[in-house]
């Protein structure tokens, strides 16, 4: 039964939310997950994105807590390999999984934490006063209702809840508002992996990134890939290909032969629009057309493949960011600035997919300049960043906590930040957060911050104190 007041009412249902609403939960308080979908997950499920990328930092795990306790789930399962290297060398360490095993745990985890959960319903206004927000107005098969609480959680990915309230934002990059491509990820079955590791194990210096390490793409459980560019130049000189990118990526599932295409790319439409994610299916569907026949024509182990599905909605890397009380930089990132608010670590580096077209844009946090024929180091991926509180609430609402990719960061920093493993510690943090102020009476910018780190150690997070 639904009620009209909660402790916690958590608007989005993606990783970052559905942590929040778990830590929250079990840190005592009565929670409502709201979610426009029919299950958990956020873009691992409704976006077809696979797999985590990364909970590491090297051969450091710099990500546990209730991620890691995802990840120990879907693995007991049969629904994850666990954590696997990532044969393109990118990072070190990638997370494959079922998209329909993660629904499942997701949803138990929820359920015995005590969270409620609201699917299918979406939130058409919000009642504030006084720097406060006192309830929200949802919309879903039962009408039009209105409930309450003590804290909002905004897990929305675009910031919805906290535009609502009035706090301000950024659009994309901050020059000229233009956002990171959206991308239709495509999942198909029915490839011989054998054969398309064979293709670079012939050809070595073919495919440069994989061939850094190669043993690792030989004996690999899940195969990470990426390359493919002479024959995607080709056929977009023949005209079979549109998509504005330069190489193939793709990423094998937990079930053998089965990849997930992230691949297309999308430009100059608004992920925080309803016509600009109208236009970004269209485009998104076509293009994956596209690579399909491409894939069949020029990809040896995809002749016999066949599509499962695209999407099943368009993937959002980045739309809006909120004007927090820190705004984390690239800068913050690259120099490894530690902060005395601290609640979440991250190894990922800043990842940007050109708004206007082809090209993809790296810096690895510490990481030097390399020759190309260089000896590959691991190591070189041990580096890692600190990322503090403040970029979660607002100077405007005092019952207010964001989280998931639309916190307070600049684009290079969101560029970085916005993956899943981070999310799910930034989830633990803002559910923990809004527990502990509704503890200790307090709005959720006056909480005693050692507090809130020891409650996050002490419930399975890593976090380094300054």
Known sequence: ??????????????????????????????????????????????????????????????????????????KERGYSPGHVYDSTHYISYVTPFSAEGLKIVLDEMALESN??????????????????????????????????????????????????????????????????????????????????KKTVLQNPK???????????????EALSFVGFEEEFKKAKELGEISIPREDVLFFETSTPGEYILNTTRIINENGASALGLTNAEIIGRKQCEELYRFLVKYVPGFENSKIAYTGPSVGVRGSRQIQGVYKLTGEDLLEQKRFNSVIAHSGYPIDIHNPKGEGTFSVHVNKQEESKDAEFDRSTFDSYYSIPYEIMITKEIQNLIVTGRCVSASFEAQAAIRTTPTMTALGQAAGTAAALAIHTNQCVNKIDIKSLQNLLIAQGSYIEKK
């Open 115 to 196: 969270v409620t959960l609201l699917y299918h319903t979406y939130i058409i206004g919000i009642n504030a006063n006084e720097g406060a927000i006192q309830s929200i107005d949802i919309v879903n098969k039962d009408g039009v209702s209105t409930i309450g609480a003590k804290i909002f959680i905004d897990a929305t990915g675009d910031a919805d809840l906290a535009v609502a309230a009035g706090v301000p934002f950024t659009l994309g990059r901050e020059s000229d508002n233009a956002t990171q491509p959206l991308t239709m990820n495509m999942k198909v079955y029915g490839v011989d992996t054998s054969k398309l």
């Open 206 to 220: 073919k495919f440069p990134r994989l061939n850094r390490d190669i043993e690792v793409m030989k004996k690999v």
């Open 1 to 74: 039964m639904i009620k009209k007041e909660y402790d916690v009412i958590v608007a989005g249902g993606g990783m970052s939310g559905t942590c929040a609403a778990i830590a929250a939960a079990r840190n005592d308080m009565s929670v409502l997950l709201i979610d426009q979908n029919g299950y958990l997950g956020g873009t691992l499920t409704a976006n077809g994105v696979g797999p985590m990328m990364t909970f590491f930092a090297g051969e450091k795990q710099v990500i546990q807590g209730i991620g890691e306790e995802i990840v120990k789930r879907l």
